[in-house]
C-alpha cells in the first residue's frame, strides 16, 4: 500500500498557535509560480509567509484589506478558497491511518472529538 507523508513544515513564529484562516496567493508570470501564503490571527492581523524562505514573514499588515492590496500590488493572485484552523484539524484526522486504510468521514469527526 502507499504511503502518504503528512510531515508538517514548521509555523512562524509570529502566528504559531495563533492563526485563524490561510489563503495561498501566486504571482503566476514566474515560472513555475511564485507561492505566498497569507495567514489572518485571531485579532485580524495579517502575516504574509514565504514558504521558500523557511517561512519568514515579509509583510504584516492590520488588517486583511491591507494585506490584500500588498499582495495584489505585487501582481499576486488568490488561489481559490481559504483554509481555516477547524479545516486543518479534519484533514489531519483524516489522514490517519488505521489497519493500513483511510479513515472515512465519520470516523475523522471522532477522532477530532476525543483530541
Known sequence: MQTIDITLSP?????KDEWNFLEVWIDPMQSPPYLLMLMGDRTGVCHICDPVENYRVVQTSKNYEEAQLWLLEDEFEPI?????VEDLGLV??????????PLSLQEALVEMERA
Open 80 to 84: 481559490r478558497g481559504r483554509l481555516s
Open 92 to 101: 489531519h484526522a483524516m489522514l490517519e491511518v488505521k489497519y493500513e486504510e
Open 11 to 15: 509555523a512562524p513564529n509570529p502566528v
